[in-house]
């Protein structure tokens, strides 16, 4: 249709999403106009590409922010020429100058990474909706696990809600065991990382030559160390944060600020000599798998094993081609893999994003399993799912099991309206960071006190929070306290910063306090 609208396509993992992309860029070809594809990572841009270049040939080019200012250049050149007429990328891909654009899909369009954290701070969602008004274009959000944003708007008639409820072929979705841990302590006296069902179905898979995805989303090999003496925990210098141990360099790293140091032979804090390693990783994992599977070629796939130029498709390349019998990873390989041959997926441990202090906890954790899970089974082989967790009766995990984004749906937005938390209000973070805590806390202080006289004077339906540590409160040697705004009204939010920081004396944010603003965040830690 030659009308501006925005499509929600809802379907199930392998359910056919893509071809329902290829189609729609094929119609809008026969009508002269082009297409702009976004993907959540810059590393599933070639594989889109492989796919959509396969179908239209050089029409299709690639845009995204890891290219070198010469192949950009390039690359714009060909766009704004209409040399090229499709565009594949991450998310800055949606400043392409496509001269003719008539269609915008957003791929797996629930992922936080849409959103850019760094200036200028903009969802490429919303971006794309509103460029699409610009031009009279379509927009198309594709996922199996719609964010709850874009779900609720479809339900209200603002989106039109396209569904694919069964995979290509009809072949099943896999069948998810949820293992409860504590049972395995308790019970059959297992310490093991892998319960008695993970261990016996990876057996079955090996002698069955099929192939196994084990998921963690945790780098590492453990994820704290502690004096069992004085409960000392070795913490970052430059952040608020334990220090993860990497059994690969053997050292203590942050995730945040990447600082490294050697792991103490005695306490730090009290000279005991019970320095203990605690949580699990990623390089456990593959320690753990290595010992109980010596037998099987093992790969393991995350951010340290990605370093190395060429290491993402090698990897990739090689379980495709079946060499590697068991693949371990973290989120980045819950999404975009198709893989026949994968008949088993087991999940670590469920509860890495549960008990966060974030209000999409529980829409995290559906995300992710569900996407995991849809690694599975991807052939008339089928497939099969295990989730090891200590909280199965958590409302994310039992609807992953059934496959049901619905009855998550259901649950989750009860618990939103509830608590006044998107989509039926809007936050804005106020994050303010400075090298001194004291003077980040009084500039936050004085801050609120100005929001708070114009908050009660003209918007009393707005809700101030804090000011705070944030949840992380130190990241790089950076102390951080955040004031948290709330309102159904998003224009409330906008009025009362441009009020606040009109008369905002200039000595109250000075010297190396700075201000970060951020509409609707994706997460307040």
Not at 90 to 113: K, V
Not at 369 to 384: C, F, I, K, N, P
Not at 489 to 503: G, H, R, S, T
């Amino acid at each position: 249709k030659e009308k501006q609208e925005v499509f929600l396509l809802y379907g199930v993992t392998a359910s056919g999403k893509t071809e329902v992309y290829m189609q729609a860029i094929g119609k809008m070809l026969e009508k002269g106009r082009g297409s702009i594809v976004l993907v959540p990572e810059i590393s599933l841009t070639p594989q889109t590409v492989f796919r959509f270049a396969s179908r239209f040939g050089k029409r299709v080019t690639v845009l995204h922010s890891k290219m070198s200012m010469g192949e950009r250049y390039d690359q714009w050149r060909r766009i704004k020429s209409g040399q090229a007429d499709i565009v594949v990328g991450a998310r800055s891909a949606i400043f392409a100058p496509m001269p003719n654009l008539g269609l915008i899909i957003i791929d797996e369009e629930h992922e936080t990474s849409y959103k850019q954290d760094e200036s200028p701070r903009y969802h490429a969602r919303e971006v794309a909706i509103k460029r699409a008004e610009f031009v009279n274009a379509v927009v198309v959000l594709g996922s199996a696990t719609p964010s709850l944003e874009s779900f609720y708007k479809a339900n209200r008639k603002e989106y039109r809600l396209l569904s694919l409820p069964s995979r290509i072929d009809n072949i099943k979705l896999p069948s998810v065991e949820i293992v409860d841990m504590r049972n395995e302590l308790i019970q059959k006296k297992n310490r093991s990382i892998f319960s008695t069902s993970l261990r016996e179905a990876i057996e079955d898979r090996l002698a069955r030559e099929e192939q196994v995805i084990l998921f963690l989303n945790r780098r590492g090999f453990s994820t704290f160390v502690l004096c069992r003496e004085c409960g000392y925990v070795a913490k970052c210098r430059n952040c608020d944060i334990s220090l993860t141990y990497h059994s690969s360099n053997e050292n203590l790293v942050c995730h945040h600020c990447d600082h490294h140091e050697p792991v103490p032979q005695v306490c730090p804090s009290c000279k005991g000599n019970y320095i203990r390693y605690f949580g699990t990783g990623t390089q456990k994992v593959e320690e753990e798998t290595h010992k109980t599977f010596p037998e099987a070629s093992i790969e393991r796939m995350d951010v340290d094993t990605m370093m190395r130029k060429g290491a993402y498709k090698r990897i990739l390349d090689a379980f495709k081609d079946r060499e590697i019998d068991i693949l371990i990873g973290t989120q980045m390989i819950a999404k975009g893999l198709d893989f026949p041959n994968v008949t088993l997926v087991g999940v670590i441990s469920a509860d890495t994003a549960i008990n966060l202090p974030d209000f999409r906890a529980g829409e995290r954790t559906f995300d992710i399993l569900t996407q995991v899970a849809g690694r599975s089974g991807r052939s008339q082989a089928g497939g099969e799912v295990i989730i090891q967790t200590y909280n199965p009766e958590h409302y994310s995990i039992l609807a992953a099991q059934d496959h049901d984004y619905r009855s998550f749906y259901r649950q989750e937005i009860a618990n939103r309206e509830m608590f006044a938390y998107p989509p039926f209000t809007h936050f804005a973070r106020i994050l303010l960071r400075g090298l001194s805590e004291s003077a980040t806390m009084k500039s936050a202080d004085e801050l609120e006190s100005i929001m708070r006289s114009f908050q009660e004077a003209n918007f009393p339906e707005l809700e101030i929070m804090g000011p705070a540590p944030a949840p992380i409160a130190k990241i790089k040697s950076y102390f951080r306290w955040q004031i948290l705004l709330k309102s159904a009204d998003p224009m409330e939010i906008n009025k009362l910063i441009n009020m606040a920081f009109d008369k905002l004396p200039s000595q109250i944010i000075k010297g190396d306090v700075s201000v970060i603003i951020d509409m609707d965040p994706m997460t307040i830690l």
